[in-house]
């Protein structure tokens, strides 16, 4: 270093502040006996000075974040977020994480030192994204989350995620069926899958859940006791909502399965035709072939659990009810149930005009 170089350098405490370029680097040391270093430019000689201060103040509290935490790229965090997160969900929730990470955001943040993320480079990426909305709302909470995260590991002073409704409008309008459109389709479905597609519309099971049923879960009297769902790779875990039900199905529900013969404990109540249990993928393509065959689009196997609750609310069961027969955790997902559809308006309107009509025969005979 040269003598003028000296001259420059300032010492304050336990840090010193030296000419870099067009800023100055700052170096401090630890109580623990450490050291550490940050380039502060461009800055001039009483900004550098002032932001020594503020490190070795936050330094002798213990609140100190070393800067250089945040310059690991992204794709490093991120796996290493998504080994926290493997940790904490179901494994259908982590396989979609590593896919929007592969897809989505490791093309666009993956090489960034995760301090360069920015919230215009944030809200770049979204509307870069606009065509493709469901996926890009998915992709945007996940990035969110890694990030909050990071900001709680002390790598980032702030998250840049800071996009204004991004769950709104987003899901497509999807056809209302009813147990009509249920029926034509039924009619098409392979014998051997017929009894599960009923009994998931009696008791509006998930598809999971109908695939995990063993014969100790039902009762002679029609009853289902629900406690778990089979996962697509093939494990067992708690329901979605963690929320367990014992429902009585419909009718039709119940002699479907007394048709079937009978097992016990832990036997599947649907086995697969290769298979101790009925994989979830036979099921949908059944469905699907259906469907097609019924000359229909757009019928998921899920909307059979659908047609079953709102024919619940619509026979005037309370929230309530129509929530424990969901196994919804919370009103919210239950009241989509509770809405008003064209048949209750055509028999409200028939019972107004008949009202109305008998009024006025009321008032003619008084004029006469």
């Given at each position: 270093m040269?003598e003028?170089?000296?001259m420059?350098?300032?010492?304050h405490?336990?840090?010193t502040?030296t000419?870099?370029?067009?800023g100055?680097q700052l170096k401090?040391?630890t ?6 270093s940050?380039v ?5 000689r009483s900004?550098?000075?002032r ?7 936050e330094v002798e509290?213990g ?8 310059s690991?790229t992204?794709d490093?965090?991120?796996?290493d977020w998504?080994a926290?997160r493997?940790l904490e969900v179901?494994p259908s929730?982590?396989k979609?994480?590593?896919s929007?990470?592969?897809?989505m ?11 360069t993320i920015?919230?215009?480079s944030?809200?770049i990426?979204?509307a ?8 890009r709302?998915n992709?945007y909470y996940a990035l ?7 900001v709680?590991w002390g ?9 204004k409704d991004?769950g ?6 999807r056809?209302t069926w009813g147990v009509?459109?249920?029926?034509a389709?039924l009619?098409?479905?392979d014998?051997?899958?017929?009894p599960a597609i009923?009994?998931?519309f009696?008791a509006?099971l998930?598809?999971?859940e109908?695939i995990a049923l063993d014969?100790?879960?039902v009762s ?6 629900v406690?778990?769902?089979r996962?697509g ?6 329901t ?9 199905m419909?009718r ?5 399965l007394?048709?079937?013969?009978r097992?016990f404990g ?6 697969g035709?290769r298979a ?7 099921l ?14 757009n019928f998921h196997?899920h909307?059979?659990?659908h047609?079953?609750l ?7 069961a309370?929230?309530?009810?129509v929530q424990?027969r ?5 009103a919210?997902?239950t ?15 028939q019972?107004v005009d008949?009202?109305?009509s008998k ?10």
């Amino acid at each position: 270093m040269t003598e003028s170089a000296n001259m420059s350098k300032r010492s304050h405490g336990t840090g010193t502040v030296t000419p870099y370029k067009d800023g100055f680097q700052l170096k401090w040391s630890t109580p623990e006996g450490g050291r550490g270093s940050k380039v502060y430019r461009p800055s001039t000689r009483s900004q550098a000075e002032r932001e020594l201060r503020r490190i070795l103040t936050e330094v002798e509290k213990g609140e100190h974040q070393d800067d250089r935490r945040g310059s690991v790229t992204f794709d490093t965090f991120f796996k290493d977020w998504l080994a926290l997160r493997e940790l904490e969900v179901k494994p259908s929730t982590y396989k979609n994480l590593v896919s929007i990470h592969k897809t989505m955001l490791s093309p666009a943040f993956g090489t960034k030192k995760l301090n360069t993320i920015t919230r215009r480079s944030v809200d770049i990426w979204w509307a870069k994204h606009s065509t493709h909305p469901v996926q890009r709302r998915n992709s945007y909470y996940a990035l969110r989350g890694a990030l909050n995260q990071a900001v709680d590991w002390g790598m980032l002073s702030a998250s840049p995620c800071r996009v204004k409704d991004p769950g709104k409008d987003v899901s497509v309008k999807r056809p209302t069926w009813g147990v009509e459109d249920f029926d034509a389709v039924l009619a098409y479905v392979d014998e051997f899958y017929r009894p599960a597609i009923e009994v998931m519309f009696a008791a509006h099971l998930r598809l999971g859940e109908l695939i995990a049923l063993d014969w100790s879960d039902v009762s002679r009297d029609g009853m289902l006791t629900v406690t778990k769902q089979r996962l697509g790779l093939g494990f067992t875990a708690d329901t979605k909502t963690g929320q367990h039900k014992r429902i009585q199905m419909f009718r039709r529900g119940v002699d479907a399965l007394q048709a079937l013969p009978r097992g016990f404990g832990n036997t599947p109540v649907f086995p697969g035709e290769r298979a101790a249990r009925m994989p979830r993928r036979s099921l949908q393509d059944a469905w699907n072939d259906a469907v097609t065959a019924a000359g229909l689009e757009n019928f998921h196997v899920h909307d059979v659990r659908h047609i079953g609750l709102s024919l619940v609310a619509e026979a005037g069961a309370s929230e309530r009810v129509v929530q424990e027969r969901a196994g919804h955790a919370s009103a919210t997902s239950t009241r989509r149930y509770l809405h008003s559809n064209e048949r209750m308006h055509a028999d409200a309107v028939q019972k107004v005009d008949a009202l109305v009509s008998k009024l006025q025969q009321k008032n003619e005979k008084r004029k006469a």
